[in-house]
């Protein structure tokens, strides 16, 4: 069966998720974190995407970045894939495939889910029980995004930029954000949309894209989301 082609669009944030082979380690140490956001920061560029916000978890990596052109983030992703294997396979004396395969992605409504999306991905080590609050974990981009530090990899979006014109105070309001959480029910919205190459946004923003791509955007069943929860930290 043909698997299902990639919602690609130019200009709108992109959720996507990368896993290790069937979910087996792909950093080792910290100098494998370092080199991948190097090369992020690298390919990003080269290939226009913006990157917003990421999270490099021990077996898979999370990023929201908005691609200049209709193939940019999947050009960002092969090179950038096929240049940590490399690397890899050459530090670890190892041979063979990474990754579990293409990556997985959506396209997010700006205004209603790009900052949901910020915080899911910041706050992916708490809810692993890694850590009790995102900012101790070194290997994602709240520090730039909440504290202000320096990070050559991010750019923010118009989205994050609007949370206060004055740079203080729109770092306090996101940290806020971050404090608040995601319910269960924007999570599930997530996972689902991203799992499946869907798109994740309000009816009207669906029916944009469709157009857009000039193809049909189906509703599936959704389940029954889990009870309406945040994940508190310290």
Known sequence: MPRRARLAVAGI????????????????AAADYGYYLHHLGKYASKHGCLIHAYVLMTNHIHLLATPETTDSASLMMKELNQRYVQYVNRTYDRSGTLWEGRFRSCLTQTDSYALACYRYIELNPVRAN????????????????????????????????????????RLE????????GIDDDTEFKIRRATK?????????????ISATVSKSIGHEKRGRPRKKGTYPFS
Do not use: M, T
């Open 130 to 169: 890694i850590v009790d609050h995102p900012n101790k974990y070194h290997w994602s981009s709240y520090s730039a995004n909440a504290d202000g530090c320096s990070n050559a990899v991010i750019s923010p979006h118009s989205v994050y930029l609007a949370l206060h014109k004055n740079r203080k105070e």
């Open 196 to 208: 499946r190459n869907r798109i994740l946004g309000n009816e009207r923003f669906i029916e944009e």
């Open 173 to 180: 309001r996101y940290r806020a954000l971050v404090q608040l």
């Open 13 to 28: 944030p992109w959720h996507i998720i990368q896993r290790g082979h069937n979910r087996c380690p792909c950093f080792f």
